[in-house]
């Protein structure tokens, strides 16, 4: 198999919000929304992201783009890093890194035409003629499957799919090469999310395009992802080759994830009994400390609580933190 370039290594990658209520308030507090996260993604492939609501997904990809300033860490895009750059620096970059949203329908400005919402970016960039640009917009809504004849209609005449594509035409429109998809499918009927991934997954091998490709369950992103993470509570607790991941789950947390899609084949279904998560999810405000998964964790032990498990490597890049390995 031949090697692939590096695209983007993430180190140490942190981002805390600072909580601190009012001017009286005694000691900081953080909410750590994502807290010491490294992967690479390779030019050309997918890396999925998983996880229950609120354990820094979008944050993470956010962040990853400097849409917010990183707490700590590397950012080494095409082998530059990118953590610190300001923001006149950071403009070939935006252009480059572009992200597609989980709401279509509060991410498309309501009172602009769509072929004004996609060529906004050609526009900000300054990178066309005003007859160069309608003519990549007309070129753009094919390429997403929608009507180049459209560009004059409102997001409002457009159902929840057709806006999502209107979204991924936004995002192309300045040929990126790396696009953070933030649960693109998530809002979308059951009906129409395999025509996006498929398209997703098209446009993908069409452009060389780079994914990081965040979900909030397992089902969703094996099929697109070459490799997937799972995160809580802000850290990365696994993360592995994509068929590797579901075929030898190893965190708790993941294999409790697993258990959670549903098998349709009923004989499996009885053997594969669902693991249910106890307890609840801790803040991620002053998160606890030690392992943060271990209040929900049946194999939790003493030392759980005195030192956060590093992500340790088993072999054949598949990564795991977790005090059982
Ligand atoms: N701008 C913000 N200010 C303060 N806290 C935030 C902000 N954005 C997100 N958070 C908090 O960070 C955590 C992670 O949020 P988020 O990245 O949106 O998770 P996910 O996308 O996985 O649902 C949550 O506890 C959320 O409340
Ligand atoms: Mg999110």
């Given at each position: 198999?031949?090697e ?26 953080y ?20 996880g ?40 070939p ?6 992200m ?5 329908y ?32 007309r ?28 979204g ?17 499918i ?38 697109i ?44 279904a ?5 693991i ?19 209040g ?30």
């Open positions: 198999m031949e692939k370039d590096t695209l983007i290594e993430v180190k140490n990658l942190s981002k805390f919000f600072d909580v601190n209520k009012g001017m009286f308030a005694k000691k900081k507090s909410v750590k929304a994502v807290d010491d996260v490294s992967f690479i993604i390779k030019k050309g492939e997918t890396l999925g992201i998983v229950e609501s609120g354990c820094g997904k979008t944050t993470m990809g956010r962040t990853l783009l400097k849409l917010y300033e990183p707490t700590a860490g590397e950012i080494i895009y095409n082998g530059k890093d990118i953590a610190n750059l300001k923001n006149n620096e950071m403009l970059y935006r252009r480059k890194m572009q597609i949203f989980q709401d279509p509060a991410s498309l400005n309501s009172r602009m035409s769509i072929g004004d919402i996609i060529a906004e970016p050609i526009e900000i960039h300054k990178l066309m003629n005003k007859i160069e640009r309608l003519e990549r917009v070129y753009l809504l094919n390429k997403v499957g929608l009507n180049p004849e459209d560009v004059r209609r409102y997001p409002h005449e457009f159902s929840g799919g057709q806006r999502q594509r209107i991924i035409a936004r995002a192309l429109a300045v040929q990126p090469e790396f696009i953070v998809c933030d649960e693109p998530s809002a979308l009927d059951v009906s129409i999310q395999a025509q996006v991934v498929n398209m997703l997954e098209d446009l993908q091998d069409d452009l060389g395009l780079t994914y990081l490709f965040i979900a909030h369950d397992l089902s969703m992103v094996k099929h992802s070459n490799k997937i993470g799972v995160m809580y509570l802000g850290k990365l607790v696994e993360i592995a080759e994509s068929n590797e991941l579901y075929k030898n789950p190893l965190h708790p947390y993941t294999k409790a994830l697993l258990s959670a899609i549903p098998v349709p084949d009923p004989d499996m009885l053997q594969n009994k669902r249910m998560l106890e307890g609840e999810i801790p803040s991620p405000i002053d998160p606890p400390e030690g392992c943060r998964f271990r929900r964790c049946k194999y939790a032990m003493p030392m759980c609580a005195e030192a956060q498990p590093e992500l340790k490597d088993m072999g054949g890049e598949h990564k795991v933190a977790c005090f059982l390995y």
